[in-house]
């Protein structure tokens, strides 16, 4: 089987790991899996995975930590699970890395979905613009200019700001940028929505893969999961939230692309 297929499970409790590697099994996935955070992010590094579920509370070094360090060396997608309810638990593990949560007890189906519709989404990151393959359309609304891009790859720009989606990359002024996935999406959407607002709420159903509002429940952790990534992006980027070059918040409504410098 595939890299791209594999699977990485890090937890201490037997019954939830033997329950998350089937699930994952069930998806098609070739699961590995790991009962402490130092093994897991050894086997992070060795197996390469495509996704990874991540306990919070492990025996040596906690689930933050761990998402820390494998997001010094990896791009797999990270679902954290915990058994703490407190909002501010969830946050701190989206701002180490991770792309989604669940809290204990879950459901297996949920898992599966959310890890079904993370796979739906381009996992290759290329090396630069210069490695590009093919171009991608934009939507009606985009309103930032385009640029014939390395290859024939045409990227969305906006002041200083390439994004090339076919190799998944972001160059600020040149220099490229070190993105999640999540983060990635999320600036895409921006960028080919131009100045049309996006809600949080939709930005919730773009990351599940949801093409329109098909009456999913989003709670209020989904949409704030939404802000804690956008504040990752922003500070990657160098931006203000006063004075936005990209990335504008409408208070109370979400977010859209800032206006373009003169």
């Keep these: 089987m595939g890299e791209s297929r594999r699977g990485l499970v890090i937890e201490d409790d037997g019954d939830i790991r033997e329950l998350v590697r089937v699930v994952l099994t069930q ?3 070739d ?6 955070g130092s093994q897991g992010v050894d086997m992070a590094r060795q197996l390469k995975p495509a996704v990874i579920t991540l306990d919070l509370g492990l025996p040596d070094i906690d689930g933050f930590e761990v998402s820390r360090q494998i997001r010094e060396f990896s791009d797999a997608y990270i679902v954290m699970l915990t058994a703490r309810a407190e909002e501010l638990d969830t946050l701190m593990g ?3 890395g991770a792309d989604d ?27 630069g613009p210069e490695m590009a393959g093919s171009s991608q359309g934009a939507a009606p609304h985009m309103e930032p200019a385009l640029a ?4 024939g790859q045409v990227p969305l720009q906006h002041n200083g700001l390439d994004l090339y989606y076919g190799s998944r990359t972001v160059a600020l002024n040149g220099q490229e940028l070190n993105l999640t996935r999540t983060e ?9 929505s131009g100045r049309t607002v996006r809600t949080k709420a939709d930005l919730v159903r773009r990351l599940r893969d949801e093409e329109y509002d098909v009456g999913s429940y989003i709670s209020d952790a989904d949409e704030r999961s939404v802000e804690v990534h956008m504040g990752n ?11 936005p070059l990209w990335l504008q918040t409408v208070r109370g409504v979400g977010y859209r692309l800032a206006p373009p410098v003169s």
């Design 94 to 96: 989206l701002e180490v």
């Design 27 to 29: 998806a098609g996935f």
């Design 101 to 127: 949560y669940l809290t204990k007890p879950f459901r297996p189906r949920e898992l599966r979905a959310r890890v079904a519709a993370m796979m739906r989404r381009p996992r290759e990151v290329g090396p």
């Design 148 to 151: 014939q891009g390395g290859n």
């Design 233 to 243: 992006l922003r500070k990657k980027l160098g931006d203000s939230a006063a004075h």
């Design 184 to 192: 990635f999406e999320l600036l895409y959407a921006l960028l080919e």
């Design 31 to 36: 699961v590995s899996v790991a009962t402490s």
